[in-house]
């Protein structure tokens, strides 16, 4: 039998024919001076095998010659315009390349990544084979971290090429351009003619685009609309041997004045405080879940400072070269036979981690919680490798995920939670108390963090006079900005693209300049442009608020394509469907952009850019 292996990258193509051959191969120059073919014999199926692979996807799609001018039609026929799908230029030698190698072969194995984008591009993959060779046989190899044990299990157990999550995407493909070329015209076109400053500039659409930008905006409307509020509190403090208890009113707050008064001089009338319960109970602070994409995205941001889309490439990065599970996954429980100890084991010899690696090996490993979420695809990232030569972002991101993964295998953190509750005339406050009795899981994740904090010995009934007894005033807080971190999570709650997406989406609408990353501190803000302001503010002043700033129509189409991916639709049903009603949209937008213009500001572009 011979095999052509085909890996989504040359890195993945190189890696699988190092652990299949043993090392035993000899490789050929292709068509394309950055692709190797590998050849040598696989025992385990007493075959020849060829290891090849492309550089993503291989094709694109696009309308034909006489629609790409934006001259060349009115916009609105671009929902309805034949699209062609042909190989990129530069993936036209890496096609020639499969279409050589195919010739003679027995069988073609996929080796892409396993998701969507994985099964697309290996259908693209199966196309360019079959101009060659139509009866060659398609497989389909299924892993998710490059290390010996899965690689040759995926080439010994190869299944079949997942045409419906391939047609997730193409429908995707298609729905994008149209949506993406036809709004983009339209609104380009419409403000260079009637806002002098932007002659110049195009402002693109996207169906992911816009939702994430409607966030940031509506984000930043709240923070400017906010007005603190002013309210009144009981304060009381307990002096013991040099350290301060502070009480806290069990009304929390009050935003009358009169009435705060009235409540106080009572309590200032009769201060004694008398003990009503004291409670001890055991408590703990829960160790972390497995990772999926998004928390990776979210934790990376707010702990590592890096954005989103970085934190991907690295992830990534380490994937390729070994050292990571595959970084794409929705999955935070393990399956019950993971092999937890093969991979503990591994880290027992780090300088930072080793100690705390071998006390899970050697006992103290305890199964990781299980979250809510399971693609039934991958499991939680995870490191596949213990690795020592990394430094900078790459060393962060890989410790992060590694400490995470141990202290997953850890215990929750113990303690013992005292609760006292006093009453001043009538008035009840309460103070609450932690003494840490276990740390462990937090002794190896030092990015959670558990301060403990003793109470006086109290005993129900005690009569005591407090040492503060104070009306204080403050304010309600505004709210924050929202940072990369927070968007990311209002993205994925919403369901705006998908974990692999999100970072993208973001990126986009910073590189188009309808947002901006401001730094205050070791915090990054998100801070729309008057542009994407303008934006936002105008179509949801002319009612398209819902389908174009809000997530729900994007929420829609992406559950469509998870139809077609569980069988229940087909590519042609969902894109009938979602085209119908962005047409609907585009030509209510179209017919009112001038007011979409006026009430959003963007004929003020120039005063207040």
Known sequence: MRVLCVAEKPSIARAITQILSGGQYTTRDSPNR????????????????????????????DFPGEYRSWDSCDPAELFDAPILTTVKKDATLIARNLEIEARGKTMLMIWT???????????????????????????????????????????????????????????????????????TRMQ??????????????????????????????????????????????????????????????RRGHIFDFGATVALYEVCVENPEATVEEVTKKPTKKWKPLPLTTVELQKSG??????????????????????????????????DSDFDFMTLIQKQTTDDAWGQFAQGLANGGFNAPRKGKKNDKAHPPIHPTAHVTNLSGDDKRVYEYVTRRFLACCSKDAEGEQTNVTINVAGEEFYAAGLVIKQTNYLDV?????????????????QRFMPNVCEMREGQTSRPNLLTEADLVGLMDKNGIGTDATIAQHIQTIIDREYVMARPEGAVKYLVPSTLGIGLVE?????????????????????QRM????????????????????????????????????????????????
């Not at 590998?38 to 199926?45: A, G």
């Not at 076109?189 to 002659?199: E, G, I, M, S």
């Not at 941001?301 to 070994?322: H, N, W």
């Not at 213009?597 to 572009?605: F, Q, S």
Request: hydrophobic share 35%; glycine share 6%; net charge positive.
């Open 445 to 461: 994740f030092p990015y959670d963090k558990w301060t403990g904090k003793r109470l006086p010995d109290f005993a129900r009934g």
């Open 301 to 334: 941001s707010r702990l590592l400072r890096l954005a989103p889309k970085r934190i991907l490439d690295i992830a990534d990065s380490l994937y390729q070269k070994g050292f990571l599970s595959y970084p794409r996954t929705e999955t935070d429980q393990f």
């Open 562 to 609: 998870v139809d077609i991916c569980e069988g229940r639709s087909t590519k042609n049903d969902m894109l009938f469907q979602s085209i119908d009603q962005y047409r609907e949209v585009f030509l209510r937008a179209r017919a009112a952009f001038r007011q979409v213009v006026e009430v959003g500001g963007l004929a003020l572009y120039r005063a207040t850019s």
């Open 538 to 558: 105008g179509y949801n002043r002319i009612g398209l608020d819902r389908s174009l700033s809000k997530p729900q129509l994007r929420r829609e189409t992406e």
């Open 113 to 183: 990544d396993c998701d969507r984008e994985g099964e697309h591009i290996g259908s693209e993959v199966v196309n360019a084979c079959r101009k060659s060779n139509a009866r060659i046989e398609v497989k389909r190899a299924r892993f998710n971290a490059i290390i010996p044990q899965q690689i040759h299990h995926a080439a010994r157990h190869p299944v079949e090429l997942d045409r419906r999550q391939s047609d997730a995407v193409e429908a995707r493909i298609q729905l994008d351009l149209r949506l993406g070329a036809a709004f």
């Open 34 to 61: 950055f692709t190797k073919n590998y050849d040598f014999n696989y025992n385990d199926l007493r075959a020849e095998f060829t290891v090849t692979s492309v550089a993503g996807h291989m094709t694109e799609a």
């Open 188 to 249: 380009t076109k419409a403000l260079q003619n009637q806002v002098p400053d932007l002659r110049d500039k195009m402002m693109s659409y996207g169906p992911c685009q816009f939702p994430t930008l409607g966030f940031v905006v509506s984000r930043y409307q709240q923070v400017q609309a906010f007005v603190p509020e002013t309210f009144w509190y009981i304060y009381l403090s307990l002096m013991v041997d040099g350290e301060e208890t502070d009480f806290t009113w």
